[in-house]
């Protein structure tokens, strides 16, 4: 079965840096686009990044410059590198990998940013 099961999410102080891993199993991992979206109370869940099984990367607007995705396909993992944290970044972040007629997502890790 696809598992996605992301870490590294927990308390920082605006400014900081945060590094969040999902591991994935149960799947081609190297042939999946893969994904990091983010949700906070009361809003949409939104982009965060996205990463093809090429290497090719998408950010969203408010992430741009801060935040890097990466993966390693021979750990099926993939990486969101997160610096220069606001507390407008708070929110639970989720793993997502893309197929062709549906996407699995991970549990999600929580990420609270203070100010």
């Known amino acids: 079965q696809v598992q996605l099961v992301e870490s590294g999410g927990g308390l920082v102080q605006a400014g900081g840096s945060l590094r969040l891993s999902c591991v994935t199993s149960?799947?081609?991992?190297?042939?999946?686009?893969m994904g990091w979206y983010r949700q906070a109370p009361g809003k949409r869940r939104e982009l965060v990044a996205r990463?093809?099984?090429?290497?090719?990367?998408n950010y969203g607007e408010s992430v741009k410059g801060r935040f890097t995705i990466s993966r390693d396909n021979a750990k099926n993992t993939v990486y969101l590198q997160m610096n220069s944290l606001t507390p407008e970044d708070t929110a639970v972040y989720y793993c997502?990998?893309?197929?062709?007629?549906?996407?699995?997502w991970g549990q999600g890790t929580q990420v609270t940013v203070s100010s």
């Open positions: 990463i093809t099984s090429g290497g090719t990367t």
């Open positions: 997502s990998a893309v197929f062709s007629e549906f996407d699995v």
């Open positions: 149960g799947f081609t991992f190297s042939r999946n686009v």
